[in-house]
């Protein structure tokens, strides 16, 4: 599957859907700022207390949740990227063989980075996914994702703060 933006208005989407996925999993306290002109993978700026550098204090339980913890918001950051690109701005739906590659790229990194098996996988994909699904299908949250990339795509950084005050919408759907 091909993730790369097509224009402009594409990346506004796609970084919209990633804003969105972080504030319906109460997760908005780990966005530093959202921008535009940044390079793909750096379109959100994390506080770095999202960082893990490993701290010898830390239990190894503690240590693998906390990384669970960021593999599941990528998870969930990439699904609302692509989904609201697909969903919102496309009005299209998401291929099942781009699903399934989806599932195989997340299969891969959940082996590698917190030792879960694809099982343990799949079930986080398709309790994600189908939340997603949902919620990227709704139509006030359309709304709210094409007022969030206008105010983007103008201003072209947006500090968390920014963020929360432009997706607050989201709370009362």
Not at 29 to 36: C, G, K, Q, Y
Not at 93 to 107: G, I, M, R, T, V
Not at 131 to 147: E, M, P, R
Request: proline share 3%; aromatic share 10%; glycine share 4%.
């Amino acid at each position: 599957m091909n993730l790369r933006y097509i224009d402009e208005e594409d990346k506004c989407y796609g970084i919209t859907g990633m804003a969105i996925s972080l504030i319906i999993w109460d997760a908005e306290d780990v966005i530093a700022s959202v921008r535009l002109d940044a390079e793909p993978n750096d379109v959100i700026e994390f506080v770095p207390e999202y960082y893990f550098n490993g701290n010898p204090r830390l239990s190894p339980k503690a240590a693998w949740t906390h990384i669970l913890q960021h593999y599941q918001a990528s998870m969930g950051m990439t699904l609302g990227n692509v989904l609201c690109r697909k969903y919102v701005l496309h009005h299209d739906e998401l291929d099942p063989a781009d699903k399934e590659s989806l599932l195989k790229c997340f299969e891969e990194e959940g082996r590698e980075s917190c030792s879960l098996d694809s099982d343990e996988v799949r079930r986080m994909f398709d309790k994600s996914y189908s939340y997603l699904h949902k919620v990227f299908n709704h139509s006030g949250v359309h709304s709210i994702a094409h007022d969030f990339a206008r105010v983007l795509k103008m201003h072209r950084e947006l500090s968390r703060a920014d963020v929360i005050e432009h997706l607050r919408a989201l709370s009362i759907l």
